[in-house]
């Protein structure tokens, strides 16, 4: 079920760990809360010793790449210097990009994330299908052949985006078109009953289309934001997912960090968290 790439990786972690997945978000609001300066330097410090807090509790880390954008260059540098010392340890990296355009653009977008050759060198990006999904092709084919993979945001956490996506079309919501879209797509290039290398982010705050999507798409991981400071909890996340919860990287952010910069109590949140999300698992 599982072929030798990012879905293989995810499975082993979440054996010897968990399925947590912990995010880096170095906002102006938490590095002021460490006690460390909103630049490139301050998010720096912060992605080091939130590594270092991981050590043997976690092993998926999910940058939000708009932080390290926000400041400039120099917080672009900090982005690739830690995903190269996330990576040297063994952790598995989703960058959470958004991204999503057009012909070479896509495949730019692509070339910039995924792959042994790109700058960035993820193990996964998030990317965004409202200029089509079929407009993704160029970052699920790179992620086909490098073995990484792409999330694509499917039903989010966030209550502003509920109008796009449960719009209706040809009978169906948009997220529910695009949950089958993927499906195909994993099935044509892993094989019927494969993980394919495309997942969906579907938010753990959960609504009333969730079981649809879930029976729509079998063969792909699900990337599960909102726990935590949005307002779910790995129980909701648990009963959400059902049967499809081993496919599940339940993701943590701002409840993880707002624990630092002390590091009793980082790991502390960590290790809870961690705890928690094995019951996806049970």
Not at 3 to 23: K, M
Request: charged share 15%; glycine share 10%.
């Amino acid at each position: 079920m599982f072929p030798a790439n990012f879905c293989s990786r995810f499975l082993r972690i979440a054996e010897d760990l968990s399925p947590l997945c912990v995010g880096f978000d170095p906002s102006s609001a938490i590095l002021r809360s460490w006690g460390l300066g909103t630049d490139a330097q301050g998010a720096a410090a912060l992605c080091s010793a939130l590594l270092d807090a991981l050590d043997g509790l976690a092993g998926i880390v999910k940058p939000q790449v708009a932080f390290f954008e926000a400041l400039g260059p120099e917080g672009m540098d900090v982005l690739a210097r830690f995903i190269r010392e996330a990576k040297a340890r063994n952790l598995l990296v989703i960058a959470d990009a958004k991204r999503g355009d057009i012909g070479s653009s896509m495949e730019a977008y692509a070339s910039a994330w995924l792959g042994p050759d790109s700058p960035f060198q993820a193990d996964a990006v998030t990317a965004n299908p409202y200029l089509g999904l079929g407009a993704l092709a160029p970052m699920f084919d790179l992620a086909a052949n490098t073995g990484t993979a792409v999330f694509v945001v499917v039903r989010s956490s966030n209550p502003e985006g509920a109008s796009i996506q449960s719009a209706m079309t040809e009978g169906h919501s948009v997220a529910l078109d695009l949950a089958t879209s993927i499906a195909d797509w994993n099935e044509a290039v892993a094989g019927k009953g494969a993980v394919g290398p495309v997942g969906a982010v579907v938010g753990a705050t959960g609504c009333g289309q969730s079981a649809a999507l879930l029976d729509a798409l079998p063969n792909g991981l699900f990337l599960a934001p909102g726990i935590g400071a949005q307002g779910a909890t790995m129980e909701d996340a648990s009963k959400l997912f059902g049967s499809s919860a081993r496919r599940v990287i339940p993701t943590v952010s701002r409840s993880i960090l707002s624990a630092g910069p002390d590091v009793k109590r980082l790991r502390a949140a960590i290790a809870d968290y961690s705890r928690q999300s094995r019951r996806l698992w049970n």
